[in-house]
T-cell receptor, first 111, second 114 residues
Framework: SQQGEEDPQALSIQEGENATMNCSYK?????LQWYRQNSGRGLVHLIL?????REKHSGRLRVTLDTSKKSSSLLITASRAADTASYFC???????????FGSGTKLNVKP | DGGITQSPKYLFRKEGQNVTLSCEQN?????MYWYRQDPGQGLRLIYY???????QKGDIAEGYSVSREKKESFPLTVTSAQKNPTAFYLC?????????????FGSGTQLSVL
């Protein structure tokens, strides 16, 4: 399966701490994206990193991509209670109109 | 405001019944997608469409059907052949298919079996 896998499955931290979640995938990709989902809602796009990029920042988010290891990580700095959600990585495969999603990391930020 | 609208938010299906989930977008996007999400799971692709009057099966198309008669609309029918339809269904769109551009999602429809 092309589907990515996030690690850990669940993460609980205190407000103000950093949260790191990882994603591994299996085949060559065009890009990798991270999405956030609040309970019972649709997904919201957070950040996209292309296969020729190694690191990208957006506000409190930092994403890294290691294509040799087929892995990515998402770092949320100075977390807030409002960051509580599930986070998914999605891989876009060359020449296909498909996005493959992992099973997600459920983040709980305690106030 | 531009976006994707899914309706209804909750839907109940009786055994042997077909039900249709609506998805409308006003983003002028060419590509549209249907995903299924089971509790604690990731998203699995049911169908996708790159242009009007064309659509392709995803990884779990059995028991589902779609149409794409208008650019803005991509309804999903869950047929009686789908024996385990209870799930959260998400519709998404992107500017164009095949380029890996970001997806915009609707707020989802929770389908349950009576």
């Amino acid at each position: 399966s092309q589907q990515g896998e996030e690690d850990p499955q669940a993460l609980s931290i205190q407000e103000g701490e950093n949260a790191t979640m990882n994603c591994s995938y299996k085949t060559s990709i065009n890009n990798l994206q991270w999405y956030r989902q609040n309970s019972g809602r649709g997904l919201v796009h957070l950040i996209l990193i292309r296969s020729n990029e190694r690191e990208k920042h957006s506000g409190r988010l930092r994403v890294t991509l290691d294509t040799s290891k087929k892995s990515s990580s998402l770092l949320i700095t100075a977390s807030r209670a409002a960051d509580t959600a599930s986070y998914f990585c999605a891989t876009a495969v060359y020449n296909f109109n498909k996005f493959y999603f992992g099973s997600g990391t459920k983040l709980n930020v305690k106030p | 405001d531009g976006g994707i609208t899914q309706s209804p938010k909750y839907l109940f299906r009786k055994e042997g019944q077909n039900v249709t989930l609506s998805c409308e977008q006003n983003l002028n996007h060419d590509a549209m997608y249907w995903y299924r999400q089971d509790p604690g799971q990731g998203l699995r692709l049911i169908y996708y469409s790159q242009i009007v009057n064309d659509f392709q099966k995803g990884d779990i198309a059995e028991g589902y059907s779609v149409s794409r008669e208008k650019k803005e609309s991509f309804p999903l029918t869950v047929t009686s052949a789908q024996k385990n339809p209870t799930a959260f269904y998400l519709c998404a769109s992107s500017i164009a298919g095949g380029y890996g551009e970001k997806l915009f999602f609707g707020s989802g429809t929770q389908l349950s079996v009576l």
